[in-house]
């Protein structure tokens, strides 16, 4: 199977050197392109992706990661790439774990796979707040689709190929990983979390504080609230390290 891994990425010039030297490792192992989607960048994150030879895909605005992830997916459905492995542009995620994450897609037994910080060993750790968010968005999740998910709000993922071509269709543009998840649910998709761990920022902070995840959970609990849930296929959790 061919195989992309989509870097959606704004202003993060600092970390794409990172970023794509572990890709260029991890294809070694694990054979796969990479394309970064540089959503409206102000501080030269494309001329940085360019010059370290990678293929960019360049809005002239920020669409938001909604819009920069599903120009990845509609790139890699337009160029007949069977899998696509999203990982963000800060570094946090670790390109020697795309196997691992395509690994259910490749052996037939899932459609999308979610990367959880929260089943790889030592557990993840974050704020109280953000911990308590996560905690309520699966909640909501489970009552609303019946999908069982220990990290929601992970941009950690591989979508196979009816992932794909739903996502190249149609993607949530706001705050986009819980409502994909319920979206995913509802028509039929075969969802499995595997153990994925989550490194540090070398560069930059989230732009996420606290009232933004105030805002976030009201936002996505409307969108998912509204979203008619039909068919739904209840997600599961891997065993096994990363």
């Not at 595997?194 to 969108?223: E, N």
């Amino acid at each position: 199977m061919r195989v992309l891994a989509l870097v959606p990425a704004f202003n993060e010039a600092s970390n794409l050197p990172g970023v794509l030297a572990d890709l260029a490792a991890a294809a070694r192992r694990f054979p796969h392109d990479a394309v970064v989607i540089d959503d409206g960048s102000s501080d030269g994150t494309a001329a940085v992706a360019s010059g370290l030879g990678a293929l960019v895909l360049r809005s002239p605005i920020n669409l938001g990661i909604g819009g920069a992830v599903q120009t990845g997916y509609l790139w890699a459905r337009q160029h007949a790439y069977d899998i696509a492995v999203q990982l963000d542009g800060d570094g946090q995620h670790d390109p020697a774990e795309m196997e691992a994450l395509a690994g259910p897609i490749l052996q037939g037994r899932a459609d999308l796979v979610v990367g959880s910080r929260f089943l790889a060993a030592g557990g993840f750790r974050s704020t109280a707040l953000r911990r308590a968010g996560i905690g309520y968005l699966s909640a909501l999740l489970r009552l609303r689709c019946g999908g069982r998910f220990t990290d929601p709000t992970s941009g950690f993922r591989a979508a196979g190929p009816r992932a794909l071509a739903l996502f190249a269709a149609s993607y949530p543009s706001d705050y986009p990983e819980p409502e994909s998840l319920a979206v995913a649910t509802r028509a039929g998709l075969r969802v499995v979390e595997v153990p994925a761990r989550m490194r540090d920022r070398a560069h930059g902070r989230s732009s996420i504080g606290a009232l933004r995840t105030i805002y976030y959970l009201f936002k996505v609990t409307l969108a998912i609230l509204l979203l008619p849930i039909r068919g739904a296929t209840p997600a599961r959790a891997e065993e096994g390290a990363a």
